[in-house]
């Protein structure tokens, strides 16, 4: 029983002993009792909703449900947090195959939001043995087109998360067969080709009015049809539309378009061969029912489709698969919009799809987060209808657990400043030799050290601070004895130039011990008194690190 379930049961008693009005803060209470690892702020207009509803009931209506849920036996206990996913119940019974689908819109590689539904589709069909199919659902030959070599970028990015694909599909491969089931729509009389100007159809669909065009006989539609497809009929001119409940409450779903012509189609895969192109709805409706889709895992977004690609599977006689909505992800600080990333490349905001900013996988890929750390946020997330924030700080505690270990500690130094130390003694482990000795140490640090009698240079030995400038500073060796409570400074006697893309896009420079130089690419480094970082390139003595987090 969800959050909003729970609720609503405990409005009604609220309601009840109140004498029919129910507190609001009184059931948040509850709910919270009952379940300590609900996320209140996500729940709260689910909760709001269902103390409306009640408040909203006559008493007598009240005190009958308050009686059927006494009866069934009032007093829940408090939720004991299942380990993994919900099981699904009619899949538990063994008689239908679970086949789940990630179906994106090829137009943009895909971020941390889309990842929901690729995640959690893929969970369930290994869950039950069953088939993970991802399909290209690039229908749209003129503004969403697709980006070059889609599936390698997809493949890419879904397996370094974990999901093995079994199905690859392209929309854009299949268009005889939507043009095959738009002919028998109008066939069984459910769709019709409307050549009506389409301010005058809406102000019809206002008034719950269908238009002339619908009227016309099965011959005469399949007809203007057949020049939809020869490009008689142009742009603009002709759309066919399925036939739905002219009456329905939600204007949108009156008689939805199902294709529409395209005069000069540039889809960098099929070309112009084609000039009826199917709606998001006809296209899904179809695909899913073809390829043998069970359940559906999409965004609440999708709910209102449902809808719509319901019309369509009662007049072919088909049953509807199982489905789930769930809210949306958002990454805190990060944007995960496709459309904004895009616009923002165009203008030169950021540098690409990778861009440090940016929430897609391949961008928080190259900046070292593990994949089993994303996955273990979308699957702690799980199956909730409400919107979800990750917050930055979880997502970096998710991912310290995977790369804590493997992670070297690299001394590091930003803004290094050589410091020439005095009257020193040989030490040969760090190949220094006796008299003036040259290290590199941090300019912020010494400058905090400059008026201490005595610092020390970590595991080296004593040094007093004689003068600091704006290239180098100087000091003398006056002892190797630890002192406790003594400054400390980090010291790199050599090494190697790096430089650093922080998280909004800017550059951080320094020296880091030498081997951080035979690290390869992909290698996670711990920078000491910096963080964690991922190494991107390593060229001409400079290694170059993307910065992950603290």
Same mark, same amino acid.
């Given at each position: 029983?969800?959050?909003?379930?729970?609720?609503?049961?405990?409005?009604?008693?609220?309601?009840?002993?109140?004498?029919?009005?129910?507190?609001?803060?009184?059931?948040?209470?509850?709910?919270?009792?009952?379940?300590?690892?609900?996320?209140?702020?996500?729940?709260?207009?689910?909760?709001?909703?269902?103390?409306?509803?009640?408040?909203?009931?006559?008493?007598?209506?009240?005190?009958?449900?308050?009686?059927?849920?006494?009866?069934?036996?009032?007093?829940?206990?408090?939720?004991?947090?299942?380990?993994?996913?919900?099981?699904?119940?009619?899949?538990?019974?063994?008689?239908?195959?679970?086949?789940?689908?990630?179906?994106?819109?090829?137009?943009?590689?895909?971020?941390?939001?889309?990842?929901?539904?690729?995640?959690?589709?893929?969970?369930?069909?290994?869950?039950?043995?069953?088939?993970?199919?991802?399909?290209?659902?690039?229908?749209?030959?003129?503004?969403?087109?697709?980006?070059?070599?889609?599936?390698?970028?997809?493949?890419?990015?879904?397996?370094?998360?974990?999901?093995?694909?079994?199905?690859?599909?392209?929309?854009?491969?299949?268009?005889?067969?939507?043009?095959?089931?738009?002919?028998?729509?109008?066939?069984?009389?459910?769709?019709?080709?409307?050549?009506?100007?389409?301010?005058?159809?809406?102000?019809?669909?206002?008034?719950?009015?269908?238009?002339?065009?619908?009227?016309?006989?099965?011959?005469?539609?399949?007809?203007?049809?057949?020049?939809?497809?020869?490009?008689?009929?142009?742009?603009?001119?002709?759309?066919?539309?399925?036939?739905?409940?002219?009456?329905?409450?939600?204007?949108?779903?009156?008689?939805?378009?199902?294709?529409?012509?395209?005069?000069?189609?540039?889809?960098?895969?099929?070309?112009?061969?084609?000039?009826?192109?199917?709606?998001?709805?006809?296209?899904?409706?179809?695909?899913?029912?073809?390829?043998?889709?069970?359940?559906?895992?999409?965004?609440?977004?999708?709910?209102?489709?449902?809808?719509?690609?319901?019309?369509?599977?009662?007049?072919?006689?088909?049953?509807?698969?199982?489905?789930?909505?769930?809210?949306?992800?958002?990454?805190?600080?990060?944007?995960?919009?496709?459309?904004?990333?895009?616009?923002?490349?165009?203008?030169?905001?950021?540098? /690409?799809?990778? =861009?440090?900013?940016?929430?897609?996988?391949?961008?928080? $890929? #190259?900046? %070292?987060?593990?994949?089993?750390? @994303?996955?273990?946020?979308?699957?702690?997330?799980?199956?909730?209808?409400?919107?979800?924030?990750?917050?930055?700080?979880?997502?970096?505690?998710?991912?310290?657990?995977?790369?804590?270990?493997?992670?070297?500690?690299?001394?590091?130094?930003?803004?290094?400043?050589?410091?020439?130390?005095?009257?020193?003694?040989?030490?040969?482990?760090?190949?220094?030799?006796?008299?003036?000795?040259?290290?590199?140490?941090?300019?912020?640090?010494?400058?905090?050290?400059?008026?201490?009698?005595?610092?020390?240079?970590?595991?080296?030995?004593?040094?007093?601070?004689?003068?600091?400038?704006?290239?180098?500073?100087?000091?003398?060796?006056?002892?190797?004895?630890?002192?406790?409570?003594?400054?400390?400074?980090?010291?790199?006697? /050599?090494?190697? =130039?790096?430089?650093?893309?922080?998280?909004?896009?800017? $550059? #951080?420079? %320094?020296?880091?011990?030498?081997? @951080?130089?035979?690290?390869?690419?992909?290698?996670?480094?711990?920078?000491?008194?910096?963080?964690?970082?991922?190494?991107?390139?390593?060229?001409?003595?400079?290694?170059?690190?993307?910065?992950?987090?603290?």
């Amino acid at each position: 029983m969800g959050a909003k379930e729970d609720a609503y049961r405990y409005a009604i008693k609220n309601a009840y002993l109140h004498r029919g009005k129910a507190s609001v803060g009184a059931v948040v209470g509850k709910v919270i009792a009952l379940d300590k690892s609900v996320n209140i702020k996500d729940e709260m207009k689910g909760i709001q909703e269902a103390v409306s509803k009640v408040n909203a009931m006559a008493f007598k209506d009240i005190e009958k449900e308050f009686m059927r849920f006494r009866e069934q036996g009032y007093e829940l206990k408090p939720q004991e947090k299942e380990e993994g996913l919900p099981k699904l119940g009619w899949a538990e019974a063994g008689k239908e195959k679970v086949v789940t689908r990630y179906a994106p819109n090829p137009n943009g590689p895909f971020h941390l939001g889309n990842a929901r539904a690729a995640i959690l589709s893929h969970e369930y069909a290994r869950m039950y043995n069953g088939k993970f199919i991802l399909r290209f659902e690039d229908t749209d030959p003129k503004v969403k087109r697709p980006i070059e070599n889609a599936e390698g970028v997809f493949r890419k990015d879904l397996e370094w998360l974990g999901c093995k694909i079994d199905e690859v599909f392209f929309a854009s491969d299949r268009l005889e067969i939507y043009h095959k089931h738009m002919k028998q729509a109008i066939e069984l009389g459910q769709a019709y080709v409307c050549v009506c100007d389409v301010e005058k159809w809406r102000e019809l669909i206002k008034k719950k009015k269908g238009c002339p065009c619908r009227e016309k006989g099965r011959e005469e539609q399949l007809e203007l049809f057949g020049e939809m497809l020869s490009n008689g009929l142009k742009e603009g001119e002709a759309v066919l539309r399925i036939k739905t409940d002219l009456n329905h409450p939600d204007p949108s779903m009156r008689d939805w378009w199902a294709g529409k012509v395209v005069d000069k189609p540039r889809h960098n895969r099929i070309g112009d061969k084609f000039h009826v192109w199917p709606s998001y709805n006809f296209q899904a409706a179809v695909d899913d029912r073809l390829m043998g889709v069970t359940y559906i895992i999409r965004g609440q977004e999708h709910s209102q489709n449902e809808e719509k690609q319901k019309f369509l599977y009662r007049y072919f006689g088909w049953v509807y698969p199982h489905s789930f909505h769930f809210g949306r992800v958002k990454l805190e600080g990060m944007v995960l919009s496709t459309s904004k990333i895009k616009a923002g490349i165009e203008q030169g905001e950021y540098e /690409g799809w990778d =861009d440090p900013r940016l929430g897609t996988i391949m961008a928080l $890929r #190259r900046k %070292g987060f593990d994949p089993r750390a @994303l996955r273990d946020i979308i699957l702690e997330a799980g199956m909730k209808s409400s919107d979800t924030t990750i917050e930055m700080k979880r997502l970096i505690d998710a991912n310290k657990k995977y790369i804590e270990e493997k992670s070297e500690r690299i001394s590091f130094i930003e803004e290094p400043l050589q410091l020439d130390v005095h009257y020193a003694p040989e030490v040969r482990e760090h190949g220094l030799g006796e008299g003036t000795q040259s290290v590199l140490v941090s300019r912020e640090e010494i400058s905090r050290a400059r008026g201490k009698s005595v610092v020390r240079l970590r595991e080296l030995y004593n040094v007093k601070i004689v003068d600091v400038g704006e290239l180098q500073a100087s000091a003398e060796y006056v002892g190797g004895q630890n002192l406790p409570k003594m400054p400390l400074l980090t010291w790199i006697a /050599g090494g190697q =130039d790096v430089e650093i893309v922080m998280p909004d896009n800017s $550059r #951080r420079h %320094g020296i880091a011990e030498s081997g @951080l130089s035979w690290k390869k690419e992909g290698d996670i480094a711990y920078l000491e008194k910096f963080g964690y970082a991922r190494v991107d390139r390593q060229e001409n003595g400079r290694t170059w690190l993307r910065y992950a987090h603290k």
